[in-house]
């Protein structure tokens, strides 16, 4: 995945994109960056590796250094970045978030054209160069980038550090990822998360639209592009990605969550019998608050049965070794045992992709003498992987929790009824849940519906990425 954050200000903005990119953390564990332009010195860049140790400690050192009344930070799950680009449009800092599918086509483009690229370890091309490429073939900003927006099969939101002092920013054609922007008495901002600029000062002035270009100055917004008439913003923004304080298309994250928990509470106990179960708890942190609003409606008390150790074992620290990671994971697990010892109890995760570490986690419920632990998925049964954004994104959909059980159940054939599977009424969806909890050792499995989540979320399904459940585009 991955977040950014711009501001330009009538005085220095570089700690203001320090703070504003540093709330983006919970985006992305990989790359951090900060670009920043000083009519004195001109652009300047820092970027570090933040697996190991957040962005905050790698950046602190950064903020005497760096110096500008126009600023830009980003979070990376993928490349290095930002990059500072020299071109016959301008010269400028770039970062992106989202995925390039036909990097492989535009870089050929590029190439036979006569352009050029800068390989990475392993030869491989950063993605900001690739839409840098595009955007320089034009005769300006604007038109270069509508045009790589026109020439991207994927996701592309855009930020850009001009040598004017300026930033322009481009929300994804189809509006999948937002950009909020933010005013104060002495500038203006851009960001993912709206929490980020408001704990700086700043106050909502409104999101761009799909597709929408504008420029930003200390002075105000200007803008370059108008929006699409189609938007599909991602629907796990709400159930996942998103901070709880933050809020998209003018609903909040936190609020989405408590109600869709409602929702599922109320259709899943016209199914299942609930009055054995003690305690309703979430999965940490993104399924709690689904939980509370499962618990809430369904009266069963909300317990924490454990609790994720972060102080030294946060987020960002995970190990690039899978067998390590799963130790480390292991290791955030603390029990509440008054709360698991011969308790039933229903856990409410945010979405369940592979399974891994969920299924380590009812071990570890049982191994402290839970009586039983049921399951439900906040969101729809996942069915392809993601190819917009980096959720569920992998090399195969057969890595799919889901994908392979219906696999093992009927074979090549299964591909045919995805639709009977993802539906909890059908024979099919019946028989994938049930081999689901044999493998996992749940007493019983629920997906929230994805007209419950679409519910919760409030706004027009036309409007609404919901792919990785569908199929649909």
Sequence with gaps: MGGFFGAVKKTDAVFDVFIGTDYHSHLGTKRGGMAAYDSAIGLQREIHNIENAPFRTKFEKVLPEMKGRAAIGCISDTDPQPLIMVSKVGTYAICTIGIINNAEQIMKEVLHSGGYFDAMTGSRVNANEIVAALINSQNNYVEGIRYAQSKIAGTASILLLTDRGTIIAARDKMGRLPIQLGQSEDGYCASFESFAYKKLGYSDLRELGPAEIVEISADGITQLSPPGKEMRVCAFLWSYYGYP????????????????????????????????????????????????????????????????????????????????????????LIPVHEFIEGKRLLLVDDSIVR??????????????????????????????????????????????????????????????????????????????????CKKFQFESLEFQSLDGLTEAIGLEPCKLCTYCWTGRE
């Design 355 to 436: 399974g891994t570490q969920l299924k380590e986690t009812v071990e570890f419920l049982y191994s402290h003498g839970a009586r039983a632990v049921h399951m439900r998925s906040a969101c729809p049964p996942i069915m392809y992987g993601c190819k917009y954004l980096n959720f569920s994104r992998s090399s195969s959909d057969m890595d799919l929790i889901t994908r392979r059980v219906m696999a093992e159940l009927e074979g090549e054939e299964a591909v045919k009824h995805i639709k009977e599977y993802a539906d909890s009424q059908t024979e099919r969806g019946k028989a994938m849940r049930q081999a689901i």
């Design 245 to 332: 304080t933050s809020s998209y298309e003018g609903i909040n994250v936190e609020v989405m969550r408590c109600r869709n928990g409602e929702i599922f509470a109320k259709s899943d106990a016209k199914t299942h019998d609930m009055s054995q179960i003690d305690y309703v708890g979430g999965v940490p942190d993104s399924g709690t608050p689904h939980a509370i609003g499962y618990a809430n409606a369904s009266k069963i008390p909300f317990a924490r049965p454990y609790i994720k150790y972060t102080p030294t074992w946060s987020r960002s620290f995970m190990p690039v070794n899978q067998t390590e990671r799963n130790k480390v994971a292991k290791m955030k």
